[in-house]
Each structure stands twice: as structure tokens, then as C-alpha cells.
């Protein structure tokens, strides 16, 4: 017989938490006194109260022994969203997302948090604003998205108070940081291989970056907000930085912070739209025969070059959210933990 433990026990469980986000979160934990469980398909790591289960997100009973006495789980796994692999999105983030929720039942867990994305309303096109209320994409414009989508819905349908079983959805948007493997490892690689000199479009559109720390703050808060009477239960929030900055100046503040030149050249929009649009066509086609990713791929061009930015007054209001970390120190501490990426390092 499972043995329920009370939804004020500090112990969790973070699934995929030797990601970027999740190795955050972990860290976050451990230091307000939660004893963590950390599973994950990759590497281990040594924290004071956190024990490492290594195991398949989509293998139950390698991931039961992580939710042992966990009271609360955070879901924070997931492929890269530029993994451009089908496959692999509906394994982890649909199938995986099941066990997850079926073990979850299983062990007695009571409060599970859920890492979804903003991009889960985002077609391609400008969003201002926006908030909660907007409808899932209808035309996603990726596998990450579309899978993202299907992934939040499974985990706020499960939300079920009568059983003792509480759900939540964060949305972050654009997040970055230390330790971040893709935003600004990619910037640079880009810079140096000569080809961060062009901006698509006009550069006046204006997007959410989120840092890291802020977005750990909302998770945390979700958890700690879970309770029956809540609002928050099978609901999704945002949570951003609330600062929308023009997508050029953030990667122009980052490149010269870090010793490179910002980018300089104006390209349309919609030719670079187009091309990216007919590689991604021509990748597919010849993917049995050729094994090529374009740089510029559909869901690149309309993230650099369109409005997207997000309300967090629903965050604010039903969890108290208020970033713990400004844009400009975020941007300063992010150029300051990348000494390797430097210009001539």
C-alpha cells in the first residue's frame, strides 16, 4: 500500500533536472531545505539533498523509485526545441508526459508543475501581450510546438481535486542565463563564423527574455500556491522577465558584451521568411538521401522578427510573481559567466 506523505513535506522530485532549467530549479531547492530526487537520462552531479536516478523518462518503473515519498514533482524534461526531430518531441514530451503522470499516481504524489512554453500560442506570427486566455496554435510551427501543446493539455486535464492530484502549467519565454547550452553558445558560434551581421526585418519588434532565476521564482511559487483553493490548479501562467526589449538590442547587448559586433544590415522580413520556408521544405524531401539543418529554419525567423511578448498579471495576481532579477543585471551576469565565448579567448 502507497504511503500518501502531506503536501507540506519539503520533498520533491525535479524530472530533468540535470537540464539547464533543471539543475537551476534543483540548486533552488536544495537551498530553501527541499530534499530533491533529480531524474534524468543524463549526466549525474553532486548537491547536498539531492539524490541522482538515472533512467528513460518513458520507463515507469525506472522512474518510480525517484517519486518515492515525493509529495511534489516538477516536469522540467524535454528535447531541445531546435532538435528538429519529430519523433523524439512525441516520445519525450507526449508519451513521456503520460508515465510521468501515471507514476505520478502510482507513488501518491499530490502537486505536479508542469515546464510548458509560450510558444504554445505562437503561429508565427505578432503576439502582443498576450495572455492566457489565447488559444493553443492551430497551425504550430514546429514539432517542439506542436508536442509542447498536447504535453500541457495532458497535464492540466489531469488536475483533480477530488483525489488529492493538483496541476500546473509555467510558460517562460526566451529564457537565458548561465549555463544555458543553446541561446548564447549558438549567438556566438554564429559571430564567429561571420554570420551575425544581418537584421531581419526592421528591428522594432519586441519579445520577452526571460532569466533563468526569474523563471525558477515562478516555479517555485506555483508549487508553493498549489493547494486546493487555489486558482492556480489546471491553470498555465506566464512568466517572463516583464521587460519586452527589442530582439535585435538584446542579441546586440550579449555579441558586444562579449566582444563581438552587432549586427548591423537590414534584411525583409518576408524574403528571409520565404527562403527558410523553402529549405525546410527541401530538408524534408531530401532527408532519406541527404542529412542537412539549415541554419534559418521557419520557427528562427519568426522568432527574430516578430512581436512576441506576454502579460504576466495573471502570474502577479494569483501568485504574487514579480521577477527577483532586472533585464539589465540579467544580461550583465549572463555575459559575465561565458569568460570562454569571448572574442579571442
Not at 530553501?32 to 536516478?53: M, N, W
Not at 524535454?78 to 519529430?86: K, L, V
Request: net charge positive.
Amino acid at each position: 500500500m502507497t504511503t500518501r506523505v502531506r503536501p507540506s513535506s519539503k520533498r520533491c522530485a525535479v524530472i530533468g533536472g540535470s537540464g539547464f532549467l533543471g539543475r537551476h530549479l534543483v540548486e533552488k531547492l536544495a537551498d530553501k531545505g527541499y530534499t530533491v530526487s533529480v531524474f534524468d537520462i543524463r549526466q549525474s552531479y553532486e548537491l547536498p539533498g539531492v539524490t541522482f536516478y538515472l533512467g528513460d523518462l518513458c520507463d515507469k518503473q525506472a522512474l518510480l523509485p525517484a517519486l518515492r515519498d515525493v509529495s511534489l514533482v516538477f516536469h522540467c524534461a524535454s528535447p531541445a526545441p531546435g532538435a528538429d526531430d519529430r519523433a523524439l518531441f512525441e516520445r519525450v514530451n507526449i508519451s513521456g508526459t503520460r508515465t510521468v503522470i501515471q507514476a505520478c499516481h502510482e507513488a501518491g504524489v499530490q502537486k505536479l508543475v508542469l515546464t510548458s512554453s509560450a510558444s504554445v500560442v505562437f503561429e508565427g506570427t505578432d503576439i502582443k501581450n498576450g495572455k492566457e486566455d489565447l488559444p493553443y496554435a492551430k497551425k504550430p510551427i514546429d514539432f517542439y510546438t506542436l508536442t509542447k501543446i498536447q504535453q500541457e493539455k495532458l497535464v492540466l486535464e489531469a488536475c483533480d481535486k477530488e483525489n488529492g492530484f493538483l496541476t500546473v502549467a509555467i510558460r517562460p519565454h526566451g529564457i537565458f542565463g548561465p549555463r544555458d547550452p543553446q541561446l548564447v553558445p549558438i549567438l556566438v558560434d554564429t559571430a564567429r563564423r561571420g554570420k551575425m551581421k544581418f537584421i531581419i526585418g526592421n528591428g522594432s519588434n519586441l519579445v520577452d527574455f526571460t532569466y533563468v532565476e526569474n523563471v525558477v521564482h515562478g516555479h517555485v511559487l506555483a508549487a508553493e500556491r498549489l493547494r486546493p483553493e487555489s486558482p492556480i490548479c489546471g491553470q498555465a501562467y506566464h512568466i517572463t522577465n516583464d521587460e519586452p526589449v527589442f530582439f535585435w538590442d538584446f542579441m546586440s547587448q550579449i555579441l558586444v558584451g562579449l566582444g563581438y559586433n552587432a549586427p548591423r544590415y537590414h534584411l525583409p522580413y518576408w524574403l528571409v521568411y520565404g527562403i527558410a520556408l523553402l529549405l525546410w521544405v527541401l530538408t524534408v524531401l531530401l532527408r532519406p538521401l541527404v542529412s542537412w539543418k539549415p541554419t534559418f529554419t521557419p520557427m528562427r525567423v519568426a522568432l527574430a522578427g516578430t512581436h512576441h511578448y506576454y502579460s504576466c498579471a495573471r502570474a502577479k495576481q494569483d501568485m504574487g510573481y514579480q521577477p527577483v532579477v532586472s533585464l539589465k543585471d540579467a544580461i550583465m551576469l549572463t555575459v559575465e559567466s561565458y569568460p570562454h565565448l569571448r572574442q579571442g579567448a
